[in-house]
Each structure stands twice: as C-alpha cells, then as structure tokens.
T-cell receptor, first 120, second 116 residues
Framework: GAVVSQHPSWVICKSGTSVKIECRSLDFQATTMFWYRQFPKQSLMLMATSNEGSKATYEQGVEKDKFLINHASLTLSTLTVTSAHPEDSSFYIC????????????????FGPGTRLTVL | AQKITQTQPGMFVQEKEAVTLDCTYDTSDQSYGLFWYKQPSSGEMIFLIYQGSYDEQNATEGRYSLNFQKARKSANLVISASQLGDSAMYFCAMSSDYSSASKIIFGSGTRLSIRP
C-alpha cells in the first residue's frame, strides 16, 4: 500500500521555539493532506486540510497563525508549531489522499506514523 | 453536523473469541463512508475496513467484518477469532464523501485487550 512518512518521529523543544514537522507521501502524489492532533488517551481531532498549492483550511478553534501549514508540492506538507508552549505537547498525525489515479475502490487516506511533540 | 459515538471505552476478550465493537453515527448526508482504524501503542493508524453508505453488502476484510445497519445508523466492527496482536485502540470514523476519503471525523475509541 501507499506509504506516508513523518519527520521527526519525536521532538522535544523549549517553550517559545518553533517546531516544523514534515509529512511526505513516498510512492504516490498527494493532492490533499490532513493534519490531526491527538492528546493522550483521546481521539484524533482534525486540525486542517491542505491542498497542494493553496492555503490550508483550518477547523474551527485551530489558530492558523499558531499552526502554519504549507503544502508546497504533491509529496510534501509541513506543519510548523510557532512559539510552542507546553499545552501544544501532543501527538501530531498527518494523512495523505491520492489523486484520481489511485487503484483503490475509494480514495483512501493513508496515515503517517505520527510525531510526538513535547514542549518543556 | 456529523457525529460518531463509541460507547465502549474498554473491552477485555479471551483469545480466539469473537468480539464486537460498537459504533453509531449521526449524519444528514445520504452519501458517506464509514471506516474502522486500529491504533497500537506505537501510534500508527492502521486502516481495517471501509463501508460506503450505498453498499448493500456488509464489508469484510479477513477476520474483520463491518455490521452495517443503515436504518439504525450503526457500523459495528466484528473481529473473529481474536489474537493477542489485536490488543489496541480501535476508532470508528466517518467521511462525508462516499467515494473519496475527504474530511474524516473519529469516534472516541475503544481500547481492546485480548487475554491469553
């Protein structure tokens, strides 16, 4: 199946710094990528949807200036947590959706392995 | 607005037994997709099974089957012959697009523990 990678897999940073997380589709072109956030023992909450070459669409309650998303190519989307604070500590997961050329019976989302962010 | 409800926060099942994980959903859309994902302790989201709202047959994938009851708006996951490796969090999810996995919303999850 299609593979999505995330880098880094985990990161620890000081409060006030910015952290960039990369999401790559390795063997397909992703027209759309999604960013989720998961707190411990909770479900995944969609943060934003990004389409290649256009601005991301953020879910209600998600600060777009805090969580900068760039989808500059069909294989790469980045999430930058700006001026991170301890409450931003979470598990961030991306997913990618292929274009219409997929062989699937439906246009499946493929999930990355996640990035664990800890802000001290 | 769409909503997914999983009422079982945790379940314990004996190895080799079958287990049913409950999921109900709410939507006013006619076209939608229903998914089940498995999340082991490593954190990765593993796709298990998909059911489209217009699919008349229940979806099956190996030991997984989805008991789709459209009138009751339920999409329960059945795992047959459970194995120790099935211990994980299980999320029911829904997309608003039948044929394309667009925005997906997730339920709160069920933690399944398999006893040897």
């Amino acid at each position: 199946g299609a593979v999505v990678s995330q880098h880094p897999s985990w990161v620890i940073c000081k409060s006030g710094t910015s952290v960039k997380i990369e999401c790559r589709s390795l063997d397909f072109q992703a027209t759309t990528m999604f960013w989720y956030r998961q707190f411990p023992k909770q479900s995944l909450m969609l943060m934003a949807t990004s389409n290649e070459g256009s601005k991301a669409t953020y879910e209600q309650g998600v600060e777009k200036d805090k969580f900068l998303i760039n989808h500059a190519s069909l294989t790469l989307s980045t999430l930058t947590v700006t001026s991170a604070h301890p409450e931003d500590s979470s598990f961030y997961i991306c997913s990618a959706r292929a274009g219409v050329e997929t062989q699937s019976s439906y246009n499946e989302q493929f999930f990355g392995p996640g990035t664990r962010l800890t802000v001290l | 607005a769409q909503k997914i409800t999983q009422t079982q926060p945790g379940m314990f099942v004996q190895e080799k037994e079958a287990v049913t994980l409950d999921c109900t959903y709410d939507t006013s859309d006619q076209s939608y997709g229903l998914f089940w994902y498995k999340q082991p302790s490593s954190g990765e989201m593993i796709f298990l099974i998909y059911q489209g709202s217009y699919d008349e047959q229940n979806a099956t994938e190996g030991r997984y089957s989805l008991n789709f009851q459209k009138a009751r708006k339920s999409a329960n996951l059945v795992i047959s012959a459970s194995q120790l490796g099935d211990s994980a969090m299980y999320f029911c999810a829904m997309s608003s697009d039948y044929s394309s996995a667009s925005k997906i919303i997730f339920g709160s999850g069920t933690r399944l523990s398999i006893r040897p």
